[in-house]
């Protein structure tokens, strides 16, 4: 026999549904919900462990919160009526703290944060403002009621509850949106306002509060985490990943919603689920390739909507996240939870986020995750399928060379229109990304026009008059520089590698569709590509060659070879000097023999695109920060009008004692071109295919290595990047 308040969940639920949620049975698993509080990350079977641990492993944090918490109570604690203000989170720690002690203080204290709060998210609504892009205020604040459930009076019980559901339904419905309101569904990050649904069902249902609402939302909430779990293990398929591969967002407020919907199931209904769910350990493979080695503050490659201010990697969180992974999954998922040890071994900010203080008292299987994972067991290069990238590194130190091969992948979010771009990092971003979304309000129209755009990559652009803009957020896009105009469609066709060489190949003809565009009074605008194609060979651990086949249908579309640098190059007739930071490229034109080399680039000119420069505002930002966000491009464009053209380039990365490029002299007869080169005494050869398939041979002189590339992708599973 259900208890009486089960009955009437039923019963909320059944209504609930009548009304929108959907004709179905109440859940099995709502009927598992506890019966009493707490119930979001601990309960009161898991309470003294919690305790235990904040007073032992984990003391230093407890002291450091409760810290926090007496600054706050001599702030405000005499104060009758604090000025209204967001303190969620400061509710959250003071109800902590009172557990811990059980001193009225603290209980006292923890009821005014909460009061104040609530009057902040009242004010904002009235005012039409934004609380805050994220949700975690009010989610705390609603951890602050279920963790006092206990010591409120009935009628605080109600109040406050009720308070907060009214206010955040008046968000969810407003019209106009409030802007920067948040309203993130799980195919995005889903930690802005209506994530709160879930927290609010979980602990409100059967306590006679607001029942209709808090019914839909307990449901949705279920709901909806399960639509995010299912989008993220899809996009981390069996490599790892995340809703985006711009790592401000998978490194930072991402990885929050899998980990509170694994923590706040397991107490409120009592089942472990993260088990389920592997592919949210596998971040710290993603973390892991998408570290470059610097001996200092590692770096990343600056992809998607990164900043591009100093390209250092977002660790802020990643301590926290690692120290999840190996707590959730050091028996399930051994192998991921090693390497998470090992990345928190190796990041310089060794301490916990403040954004979900809890986390640390939670772990109580963090000691016992196994030892750290060393990475120099991992190949030469992994593809990240789903995410539509291809890392590749000489190794994994300050001193090799690291590479990022755009192509393929399933996310548009915060993904640019970049479809076979690359990125080289040799002590220093030697062929970068270009652009920024530095001040982003105020620089919207440079995100747009600009960054976001195939001219502010390292890609192939091809000029057609009159062709359409390809819209991104952040601002109007105004024109169109001879870009690709879908974010998803190239298609990986080849990938290898083994300790001489990674080899990739790609197709992005589908990227540039337009779909045509109809002018009144003038016919349909053409597609202006039929080809679009590169191949690359890494070639360890300095060089690359680099071929690209484009076919447009009108000669008259002109061609750009894009090359960007952080600095003005130096060209000397086909060959391309830049230096960064310590390191040097030099980048030498073997095909269109007939190639004009122009820079572009320097004061008024940094982020030309489309007959515009779009400047930004910077606000005194340092000249290292400029160049990061790149200051030049060279384009290599044919001598001659023609429908198909080849591009073949040969990259050389050294630091800056590199006086000179190796010798690499083109080879090109019927159907084939490629290059000999000369590489410390020994010979390597490699060519391509002219046309029909993408294919091509490999020869390195002294080695074994005498074959043809494959046409094949090489699947890889898992942390070891195992063949299937």
């Known amino acids: 026999m259900y208890p009486v308040h089960i009955l009437l969940l039923v019963v909320v639920l059944a209504l609930a549904m009548t009304q929108g949620v959907g004709a179905q049975e109440p859940p099995d698993w709502a009927a598992k919900i506890r019966t009493d509080h707490p119930r979001l990350f601990f309960n009161a079977d898991t309470w003294p462990a919690v305790r235990q641990r904040a007073l032992g492993a984990e003391k230093d944090w407890y002291d450091y919160i409760k810290g926090r918490v007496d600054r706050l109570l001599q702030q405000i604690g005499d104060d009758p009526k604090p000025t209204i203000r967001e303190l969620g989170p400061e509710a959250a720690q003071a109800a902590f703290v009172y557990l811990m002690t059980r001193e009225a203080k603290y209980l006292d204290l923890a009821k005014k944060a909460l009061e104040t709060s609530l009057a902040f998210y009242e004010q904002c609504y009235e005012e039409r403002k934004s609380v805050n892009w994220y949700s975690t205020s009010r989610v705390h604040a609603t951890l602050?009621?279920?963790?006092?459930?206990?010591?409120?009076?009935?009628?605080?019980?109600?109040?406050?509850?009720?308070?907060?559901?009214?206010?955040?339904?008046?968000v969810y419905t407003a019209q106009p949106r409030i802007y920067r309101e948040s309203l993130s569904r799980y195919n995005t990050g889903f930690y802005g306002v209506t994530n709160c649904r879930w927290f609010i069902g979980c602990t409100a249902y059967g306590m006679g509060i607001e029942e209709q609402l808090v019914g839909e939302w307990l449901l949705w909430g279920y709901d909806e985490n399960?639509?995010?779990l299912a989008h993220r293990k899809q996009a981390c398929s069996d490599d790892g990943g995340s809703a985006s591969p711009t790592l401000g967002y998978a490194f930072g407020a991402y990885p929050w919603s899998e980990q509170n919907f694994f923590y706040t199931w397991l107490t409120a209904i009592g089942e472990n689920i993260a088990p389920d769910w592997p592919h949210s350990a596998w971040l710290a493979n993603y973390v892991i390739w998408n570290w470059i080695e610097t001996g200092d503050q590692p770096m990343e490659f600056g992809y998607g909507?990164?900043?591009?201010?100093?390209?250092?990697?977002?660790?802020?969180?990643?301590?926290?996240?690692?120290a999840n992974i190996r707590h959730l999954y050091g028996r399930e998922a051994p192998e991921a939870a090693a390497l998470a040890r090992h990345l928190q071994?190796?990041?310089?900010?060794?301490?916990?986020?403040?954004?979900?203080?809890?986390?640390?008292?939670?772990?109580?299987?963090?000691?016992?995750?196994?030892?750290?994972?060393?990475?120099?067991?991992?190949?030469?290069?992994?593809?990240f399928e789903n995410m539509g990238q291809l890392f590749m590194r000489s190794g994994t130190g300050p001193g090799d060379t690291y590479c990022l091969f755009t192509c393929g992948g399933i996310l548009r979010q915060h993904r640019h229109y970049d479809a076979l771009n690359f990125v080289i990092y040799h002590r220093g971003h030697l062929a970068l990304d270009s652009g920024t979304r530095y001040k982003e309000f105020d620089n919207g129209q440079h995100l747009a026009n600009y960054f976001a755009q195939t001219v502010a990559h390292n890609c192939v652009v091809v000029h057609q008059p009159g062709e359409p803009p390809a819209r991104y957020w952040g601002g109007t896009v105004e024109g169109c520089h001879g870009g690709q105009h879908q974010q998803l469609g190239s298609v990986l066709s080849?990938?290898?590698?083994?300790?001489?060489?990674?080899?990739?190949?790609g197709d992005a003809a589908e990227c540039y569709l337009h779909g045509g565009v109809k002018r009144e009074g003038q016919p349909d605008l053409p597609e202006k590509v039929s080809l679009a194609t590169r191949q690359l060979v890494f070639l360890m651990p300095s060089h690359f060659v680099i071929f690209d086949r484009v076919t447009s249908t009108d000669a008259a579309y002109?061609?750009?070879?894009?090359?960007?640098?952080?600095?003005?190059?130096?060209?000397?007739?086909?060959?391309?000097r830049a230096d960064h930071q310590q390191g040097r490229m030099y980048c030498r034109t073997l095909l269109p023999t007939d190639a004009l080399l122009t820079p572009v680039g320097g004061p008024g000119k940094e982020f030309l695109a489309a007959g515009k420069n779009w400047d930004i505002v910077d606000e005194g930002l340092k000249p290292h920060s400029l160049a990061m966000m790149g200051q030049w491009r060279v384009e290599v464009s044919p001598g001659a009008p023609r429908t198909d053209d080849l591009f073949l380039h040969v990259i050389q990365v050294g630091?800056?004692?590199?006086?000179?490029?190796?010798?690499?002299?083109?080879?090109?007869?019927?159907?084939?071109?490629?290059?000999?080169?000369?590489?410390?005494g020994r010979t390597s050869e490699v060519?391509?295919?002219?046309?029909?398939?993408?294919?091509?041979?490999?020869?390195?002189?002294?080695?074994?290595?005498?074959r043809d590339l494959t046409t094949e992708v090489t699947p890889q599973v898992g942390i070891l990047a195992t063949p299937k």
């Open 144 to 170: 602050a009621w279920d963790w006092l459930y206990n010591d409120l009076t009935e009628a605080e019980r109600r109040e406050y509850m009720s308070r907060l559901v009214q206010v955040l339904q008046k």
């Open 655 to 680: 630091d800056q004692s590199l006086a000179t490029m190796d010798s690499a002299e083109l080879i090109q007869r019927a159907g084939v071109a490629g290059v000999h080169l000369s590489i410390g």
């Open 305 to 322: 909507d990164t900043p591009h201010t100093d390209n250092r990697l977002r660790s802020s969180q990643l301590f926290t996240h690692m």
């Open 494 to 505: 080849a990938f290898e590698t083994n300790d001489r060489y990674v080899y990739v190949a």
């Open 345 to 383: 071994d190796m990041l310089p900010n060794k301490s916990y986020s403040r954004s979900w203080f809890i986390y640390p008292f939670l772990l109580s299987g963090l000691e016992k995750s196994p030892p750290p994972f060393e990475p120099e067991r991992l190949p030469h290069a992994r593809h």
């Open 558 to 576: 002109k061609k750009d070879w894009l090359l960007h640098t952080a600095h003005e190059p130096v060209i000397e007739g086909k060959t391309i």
């Open 687 to 706: 060519t391509f295919n002219t046309r029909g398939d993408l294919a091509g041979h490999i020869k390195l002189s002294g080695t074994d290595v005498d």
């Open 226 to 228: 399960m639509k995010l």
